[in-house]
């Protein structure tokens, strides 16, 4: 069963949506008078936002058949709407209807979303007189068709402005009905909420309201603000599993579905386009699957019936060359037979009188009358039971009675090879059929969505980090707070720690270097050193970085914040390199560093050098290159700071 977003998670939509403002509308469907699809685009990213008035409104990833020719609403929406700027959206005193306020050509226009009951789009001014509607209504108190000022429905009870005075008059005006009911209704959480708040309070959910002592009256008014809170300050969105089912999407942790599988969303819309992606999926493939079924029944009827009469063919085929070989190997006794009928005919007696005759005889014994089962002189046929039941015709000649037979089975030879050929050819249309089948449900199932695993970071991602290519985690700091947490922190004797003349340097360390690093470790961790340094922002090629061991390193008193005290003999490299490479290992995490070690543990790299180009339209190539254009924060934050320009390829499986 759909699942229909309460008043209190579509305030967690909302929340989320208005990370869209400033969009630009795309385009515009209006694939089912009750759903309406909107393309809006942001520097970097498209977003679809799927609002379902029977439903309610998310953003989705899927991809949704759309009609060739939008008609009537669609078009007049789009006529107004299209490349309009999104300003803002609004849930109205968190009810069942959203607003999308946009700046057109044509001044200000509403998009009003009715969420509830029959549903509804409407299109106003900045007045709210309506422009259109999907659909005219007429309600007890209002008339929602064009030309009316929008009116909303009836104010109900506001959750979000609950005090203890408010809660405690709706207990009173609830009397002798159920907690959750007053919880799910009256004051208009829904049911699941409406449960957990009883759950999480610990009182009894079908107890009457009025019935609840002072202290359950505290824990449920302080549940039901916490559930409030959770929506709006704590967003923790969860996908719920059930025998490896989705059952539910939820925007936050809840305690009533403790013992179901609980997969963290990067966002409630995740969660919900989780969710409600899979049921169409599921409706989609059903849907499908029932043409399948009904055009393989039907295949398979026709194949059923082919093969009865070929195996028909097959069994008369055999019985007629049997008869036709048991003419001739009877040949002397049938030949006594029709000389002694074709005598007695000459003789002027019927057929009738002849076959009374042979009945006679057959009583006395005589062997050749025994041979006659009937005479038929309405088609002058005699049936003979010698080896086989004989059929033969008075008026042909035994070569002539077997070469009937010879021929019947000759026609049914090729009958049978007619039915096979048939028979071939519908199995061949049932085996198209099924890999047809197996490659759709092939494709859908890469369209699936998954769920969006919320993946813990390492210590290190809070860092510059990769591997060198013997496998040793080097890490780097970004600024001087992670340089002056990098080496408080996490240097250890084992390490070793990187670093240049220059101000505004990284600190680098190899984890586990002392024992362990090789020069081309060192080499690599040095270019990088170099790379993230500010040399990256003069242009220049190459730069001299040195290490040393964690003991030569100190802070000392008055030193600035990042700055530590370097003492002994320092290892130099005067030629480290100023390039870096980004890429996606097998994790599906960006890593950027040296070319050597990027492209030794991820499949595709893309290696940049200091030039002229913004960070960040370098990485927009970099993302769309690499297909990570949801990603293009990450990478940004991948690349030093300073301009820079992407080196052409040198691998096919690289840039």
Request: glycine content about 6%; charged content about 25%; hydrophobic content about 35%.
């Amino acid at each position: 069963m759909t699942k229909i977003l309460t008043s209190l998670e579509l305030l967690a939509v909302v929340n989320e949506l208005k990370a869209l403002r400033g969009a630009r509308i795309n385009k515009i469907y209006l694939p089912e008078t009750r759903l309406l699809l909107l393309v809006l685009h942001k520097p970097g990213a498209n977003y679809q936002l799927k609002i379902d008035s029977g439903v309610g409104a998310y953003l989705t990833s899927y991809k949704f058949e759309m009609p060739q020719a939008p008609q009537g609403f669609c078009l007049f929406l789009r006529k107004h709407l299209n490349n309009a700027i999104l300003d803002n959206i609004i849930q109205k005193d968190i009810e069942r209807i959203i607003e999308f306020h946009f700046q057109t050509t044509q001044g200000p226009r509403i998009l009003i979303c009715e969420l509830f009951s029959k549903g509804n789009f409407i299109l106003t001014d900045s007045k709210y007189e309506i422009i259109n509607v999907a659909s005219i209504q007429t309600w007890k108190d209002r008339i929602i068709k064009k030309g009316e000022i929008y009116q909303y429905p009836p104010q109900r009870f506001n959750p979000l402005r609950l005090d203890r005075p408010q809660f405690m008059q709706a207990l009173q005006n609830w009397k002798s009905n159920e907690i959750v009911k007053l919880i799910a209704s009256g004051i208009g959480l829904g049911g699941i909420y409406a449960e957990e708040v009883c759950l999480k309070a610990g009182v009894d959910k079908n107890k009457p309201g009025d019935k609840l002592d002072d202290p359950e009256v505290e824990k449920v008014y302080l549940e039901i603000q916490a559930a409030i809170y959770a929506v709006q300050k704590n967003p923790d969105a969860q996908v719920i599993y059930e025998d490896s089912q989705i059952v539910d999407a939820t925007p936050f942790k809840l305690e009533l579905y403790k013992n179901e599988i609980n997969k963290p969303a990067g966002s409630f819309n995740q969660a919900l386009d989780v969710l409600y992606s899979q049921e169409a999926i599921a409706r989609f493939k059903a849907e499908k699957s029932t043409v399948f079924d009904q055009k393989r029944q039907q295949l398979q009827t026709i194949l059923d019936t082919q093969k009865r009469s070929l195996e028909q063919y097959k069994v008369e085929y055999i019985h007629n060359q049997k008869l036709a070989e048991s003419i001739y190997n009877n040949y002397q006794l049938i030949s006594n037979i029709f000389n002694k009928i074709k005598s007695a005919r000459d003789a002027g007696y019927k057929l009738e009188e002849i076959h009374q005759v042979l009945e006679n005889e057959k009583a006395q014994g005589v062997y050749e009358a025994r041979m006659v089962r009937d005479i038929i002189p309405e088609t002058n046929a005699i049936i003979l039971n010698i080896d086989k039941e004989l059929s033969l015709d008075l008026a042909k000649s035994i070569e002539q009675n077997a070469g009937d037979y010879y021929e019947n089975a000759k026609h049914l030879k090729s009958k049978i090879e007619g039915a096979q050929n048939t028979v071939k050819r519908t199995e061949k249309e049932i085996e198209e059929l099924t890999a047809g089948r197996s490659e759709f449900e092939q494709k859908l199932e890469k369209q699936l969505p998954k769920p969006i695993k919320k993946v813990e970071k390492k210590w290190y991602e809070n860092f510059r980090w990769f591997f060198t290519s013997s496998g040793l985690l080097a890490v780097g700091g970004r600024d001087a707070t992670s340089n002056d947490i990098l080496v408080k922190k996490y240097l250890e004797v084992g390490d070793i720690i990187f670093h240049t003349e220059l101000p505004g340097s990284p600190f680098f360390i190899i984890k586990g270097g002392r024992e362990k690093s090789t020069d081309k470790d060192r080499e690599e961790v040095a270019n990088a050193t170099a790379s993230f340094s500010r040399a990256w922002r003069t242009g220049v090629g190459t730069a001299e970085v040195y290490w040393i061991l964690p003991e030569q390193v100190t802070k000392e008193y008055g030193l600035q914040r990042g700055s530590f005290m370097i003492r002994g003999k320092r290892n130099y490299n005067r030629n480290a390199i100023l390039e870096v490479s980004v890429g996606v290992d097998s994790e599906s995490k960006i890593m950027s560093g040296p070319k050597s070690a990027i492209s030794k543990r991820c499949q595709k790299s893309a290696t940049v050098r200091p030039g002229q180009e913004k960070t960040s339209d370098v990485a927009k190539k970099i993302a769309q290159k690499l297909e990570l254009k949801d990603q293009l924060n990450e990478i940004i934050a991948s690349l030093p700071a300073g301009g820079s320009y992407i080196q052409k390829p040198t691998h096919p499986a690289r840039l």
